[in-house]
């Protein structure tokens, strides 16, 4: 079994700065990718930031510049920096992780509990 576990998340004002953490734990081979999703009331769940091994990283359009991810592979956990926080950033935001639990070639994908980030104006 594989565990997601967030922190993090909380009540910041406008053009404040929170940052998420997500550690990975229980039987992983290799992780393939990390990253970040948010969902809003009433909205779908959308990409925030994604972070492939040896890959480049992905970003909504609407964090570009305001949003940073980043890895600590040694602990197979994931980062998201987030700067000059909107209203509209205002979600639960998942921690995502596409991985193996064995050599055979066979992804599977786990989220993490979720984390509140309000961002009052």
């Known amino acids: 079994q594989v565990q997601l576990v967030e922190s993090g998340g909380g009540l910041v004002q406008a053009g404040g700065s929170l940052r998420l953490s997500c550690g990975a734990s229980?039987?992983?081979?290799?992780?393939?990718?990390m990253g970040w999703y948010r969902q809003a009331p009433g909205k779908q769940r959308e990409l925030v930031a994604a972070?492939?091994?040896?890959?480049?990283?992905n970003y909504a359009d609407s964090v570009k510049g305001r949003f940073t991810v980043s890895r600590d592979n040694a602990k197979n956990t994931v980062y998201l920096q987030m700067n000059n926080l909107k209203p509209e950033d205002t979600a639960v935001y998942y921690c995502?992780?596409?991985?193996?639990?064995?050599?055979?070639?066979?992804?599977?994908?786990?989220w993490g509990q979720g984390t509140q980030v309000t961002v009052s104006s």
């Open positions: 995502n992780a596409v991985l193996r639990t064995s050599p055979l070639p066979y992804d599977y994908t786990y």
């Open positions: 229980g039987s992983i081979f290799s992780i393939r990718t």
């Open positions: 972070l492939p091994s040896g890959g480049s990283t």
